[in-house]
């Protein structure tokens, strides 16, 4: 062999070697494994999703400090089943990306639990080492459903409820130095339970979707001092040019004093101080929030302890109002900032192929909103599911009204009829449990989405699916917060109460009787449409339906036309709003504007925006 080889070949195997130690010793390949799990189509930002800095971005909008850890990422997992001798895993069975449910492709797991086992997490966080004077706060977003908090071993707290946020205060259970364990168990029966569960189900399938369980929204800490601002409720008066801010502090002190400020971009417009936790704010010359003018304000809040910044906050808020007035015949109709505005939009379920309850980035969170402003809507209906804070805010910040459902369960037990009562006067009949976990999540849900301007709908009830004890629910929803309207029962089984009278109609518009219902209630659609259109190489699965087929973006457009031209009718008659099923195709459903994987537009977005935008300059015969 020549020597020219001889060096060749010792060169090739020196370049081997060096490519094998870079692979063993770099940082990349020392972090834990994980990739999607194939089966099913995906979004396109499934490609951005990095274990290292998954969902990034700040998860709270409305109350915002500068001291804050995201816990995003790779966790140990282990699903064990269910014991009476339970003990916490000694081994895990892999890595989870952190915040997808454990059956989401994301997840990097996609494997069933139910109600016969448990879902254990793990991982290590860094708090800081000096922290005197200071709480760690550890921030959960959702999970789904009972979940157990551990820190070091020690059991911190129990949260009961999937769709709210919820907090414990690590402090106490820290040890010394800055290296803690944290530990999470959740246990979730979906829909084999009394519990909220929204459209998930242990056997999927028609209008029912995949099962979600565990954590499905960002985990975050945060570095707080021994007295600081827990919440606000944010109240808006546009006809008094007003804002009610009332604030919750612990370990507020007696000498303690309070600066709530507004602000209209760098401009001071109002500002209160004092020794109260609630103040009354004048807005002089308020500039009002619509879709068309999606207005905030900032709001900047401190606690101050002789002259020193204790805690210190930021916020916004917007200036509006949402009303229900009599028209020139009598009729009720919804009113924004004392005008009528057609509130038309469509029904969102807030599902992803790739992600199941949670969007795969932050961009991909704001897309479907972004496309329905595009689309000529002004108004969403958050379909049984409640959204992470993030997407209320681009709601905000684009001007999208919002329609926020109670996600439903406990939809057995029977009926129990309610006579003396117009329509369908019948309701299930549940147990003191399940009306407990009701009342209870519906209550936190209220209270974590009061101050998001966008909400201006609570729904208690879908199409009568676990509706019970419905004047009482009703009436203390609007007694929780009577700054917005609450529609009883949408498509559901009707009583003489609420604001709004809402009928659901496949495919074609149909609306509720003027006559019978109109001098009481606003009167809108609740359900319309659900036209189906299969793309290939888009759908979920190869069984697909809609309310209404079609097998081409022509005929389909055409259909969605005659529907807008009936609905013009009804609007002449007193229609106040309408919902068109759906934004996007949800797993077996390819009834959408969108493709499942938001990766096709089924109609064309330019003549969809032209139709609809006909709908808000219609008049009243």
């Known amino acids: 062999m020549a020597v020219n080889d001889l060096k060749l070949k010792s060169m090739k195997k020196l370049r081997l070697l060096l490519g094998f130690l870079l692979i063993v010793f770099s940082p990349h390949a020392q972090q834990p494994s994980w990739k999607i799990v194939s089966g099913h189509i995906t979004t396109h930002w499934a490609d951005d999703v990095n274990p290292s800095s998954t969902l ?21 997992y282990a699903i064990l089943p269910v014991s009476e001798n339970e003990t916490k895993p000694t081994s895990f069975q892999g890595n989870i990306l952190v915040p997808f449910a454990v059956e989401s492709a994301l997840s990097g797991v996609s494997k069933t639990v139910g109600k016969n086992s448990i879902l254990w997490y793990q991982r290590d966080i860094t708090v800081p080492a000096k922290r005197k004077g200071k709480r760690i706060l550890l921030h959960f977003g959702a999970i789904d459903w009972r979940s157990d908090v551990y820190l070091n071993g020690k059991h911190v707290g129990r949260h009961e409820g999937g769709y709210d946020p919820f907090t414990f205060d690590l ?46 929204q960002t985990v975050w800490l945060e570095t707080v001092p021994d007295t600081y601002i827990v919440s606000t409720k944010q109240t808006p008066d546009l006809d008094h040019k007003t804002l009610t801010v009332k604030t919750s502090i612990e370990n507020f002190q007696p000498d303690d004093e309070v600066t709530i400020s507004a602000w209209k971009g760098s401009v001071k417009v109002a500002e209160k101080k004092g020794a109260d936790t609630s103040f009354t704010l004048s807005i002089p010359d308020p500039e009002v929030w619509s879709p068309s003018h999606p207005f905030l304000y900032d709001l900047r809040l401190t606690v101050m302890r002789r002259g020193k910044v204790i805690d210190e906050v930021k916020s916004y808020f917007a200036m509006r109002k949402i009303s229900i007035a009599p028209d020139a015949n009598g009729i009720q109709k919804m009113m924004l900032n004392n005008e009528f505005l057609f509130e038309f939009g469509p029904l969102d379920q807030g599902w992803w192929p790739d992600g199941l309850y949670t969007a795969p980035t932050d961009d991909a969170l704001k897309f479907d909103i972004e496309k329905t402003k595009e689309m000529g809507f002004n108004m969403i209906r958050k379909h049984i599911k409640v959204e992470p804070a993030r997407w209320y805010y681009y709601c905000d910040s684009l001007g999208m009204l919002v329609w926020q ?12 009829p309610r006579p003396g009562v117009l329509g369908r006067g019948t309701e299930r009949v549940r147990t003191p449990e399940s009306e407990g976990y009701y009342r209870k999540e519906w209550n936190a849900i209220i ?10 709908v609570w729904t208690p009830f879908n199409e009568g699916w676990g509706q019970f004890k419905t004047v009482d629910i009703t009436n203390w929803t609007k007694q929780k917060d009577p700054s917005r309207l609450v529609n009883s029962a949408s498509g559901g089984n009707f009583f003489p109460v609420g604001d709004i009278e809402d009928l659901h109609n496949y495919p074609d518009p149909a609306m509720p009787r003027p006559d019978v219902f109109g001098k009481n209630k606003a009167l809108v659609l609740g359900e319309f449409g659900g036209l189906g259109l299969p ?87």
């Open 56 to 76: 990034p971005d700040y998860p709270r909008p409305q109350l915002q400090r500068t001291s804050w850890q995201n816990l995003n990422g790779l966790w140990k």
């Open 171 to 216: 402090t106490d259970a820290l040890k010394k130095g800055s290296k803690q364990q944290l530990t999470v168990r959740v246990w979730d029966p979906t829909d084999e339970g009394p519990q909220p569960h929204g459209k998930q189900v242990v056997k999927p399938g028609g209008i029912w979707y995949t099962a979600v369980t565990g954590i499905w």
């Open 405 to 416: 459902d109670m996600p439903s369960g406990d939809l057995g037990n029977g009926w129990e």
């Open 447 to 456: 209270n974590a989405l009061y101050n998001y301007p966008c909400i201006v």
């Open 535 to 621: 793309v290939e190489g888009h759908t979920w699965q190869q069984k697909s339906w809609g309310y209404q087929s079609f097998k081409s973006n022509d005929s389909l457009f055409k259909r969605y036309c005659s529907l807008t031209d009936k609905l013009e009718e009804l609007i002449k008659a007193g229609l106040s709003a309408a919902v068109y099923t759906q934004t996007t195709d949800v797993e077996g459903e390819v009834n959408g504007f969108m493709t499942y994987d938001r990766k096709v537009m089924k109609m064309p977005i330019e003549k969809l925006r032209a139709v609809n935008k006909k709908m808000y300059t219609i008049k009243q015969e």
